[in-house]
């Protein structure tokens, strides 16, 4: 029997007791079934973002493990606020598509519960975007897709470095892309090393949906599918949302 604390990422009811759940464990990515999905008990265990402890057994050829669950925190009071529902409902359903299963990933685990803790702990909407845009950078750099910041693709310095070459997905210095800004995407300061940020220290508006630009431009280019399009269609309302509520607090 392996035991592990995890993130349950998505859960989908499955014939007339049972539900198939991803959870994000250390040791990577898991997909199983849960008996009795459908019970007062059992239904919220399953939100989305809850943090688990999941035992299972090695599966035998290729049914699924049965796994269960106990609860260790529950996120179910984040789905009352409709913008994190919508935060939730975009990064974590996404992560378990693109993840390959059974893949040792303690550092992206660590990640996403400390941004759920993030959005849970927090009543700052701009904290949580700064913070996702950061997580989906690392998602593709854990996928093998890290974009390199630290250096001109072109002329190798590590000042100035304002834009991102969509083309050699590598950093390009302010003098190397004279002429071919509109070619090229903002690399917000935010997202120039180090990486640290505070509530008090956030970037602006212009700033973060630029972030959220080059994320989005490099999520989409390497996960173009039409699978993927329902999950893109999720982070461009979140999107949305977002820019509305700031607006709202602009003006109050």
């Known amino acids: 029997m392996i035991s592990e604390p995890a993130l349950l990422l998505t859960s989908r009811f499955h014939s007339e007791n049972g539900a198939i759940i991803r959870l994000l464990t250390e040791q990577g ?4 079934y849960i ?3 459908h019970s007062r008990y059992r239904r919220p265990l399953l939100f989305v973002g809850n943090y688990v402890q999941a035992s299972w057994r090695d599966k035998v050829g290729r049914s699924l493990p049965s796994i269960n669950i ?3 925190h529950s996120r179910g009071l984040i789905m009352e606020h409709p913008l994190a529902a919508l ?6 359903p996404f992560t378990a598509s693109v993840l390959p299963e059974g893949q040792p990933e303690p550092y992206l685990f660590q990640n996403l519960k400390r941004l759920l803790a993030i959005i849970e702990k927090t009543d700052e909407p701009v904290l949580w975007m700064t913070e996702l845009v950061r997580f989906e950078l690392l998602l593709l750099s854990e996928l093998g897709y890290g ?3 630290s250096r001109c693709i072109i002329t190798g310095q ?9 083309k050699h997905h590598a950093a390009v210095s302010r003098q190397a892309a004279q002429g ?4 090229l995407l903002v690399l917000p300061d935010f997202l120039k090393a180090p990486f640290s940020v505070s509530c008090l220290d956030l970037p602006d508006q212009e700033s973060l949906q630029q972030g959220l630009k080059l994320s989005g431009f490099f999520l989409r280019f390497h996960f173009e599918a039409a699978y993927y399009h329902r999950f893109f269609w999720v982070r461009q309302r979140l999107i949305k949302n977002f820019m509305m509520a700031c607006e709202q607090a602009s003006f109050s």
């Open 87 to 92: 935060f939730l409902s975009w990064i974590c």
């Open 180 to 183: 071919h800004e509109k070619k």
């Open 29 to 32: 990515l898991l997909t199983g």
């Open 70 to 72: 106990e609860l260790r």
């Open 35 to 37: 008996q009795g999905a």
């Open 158 to 166: 590590e000042a100035c470095l304002d834009w991102v070459s969509p």
């Open 147 to 149: 974009l390199h910041l």
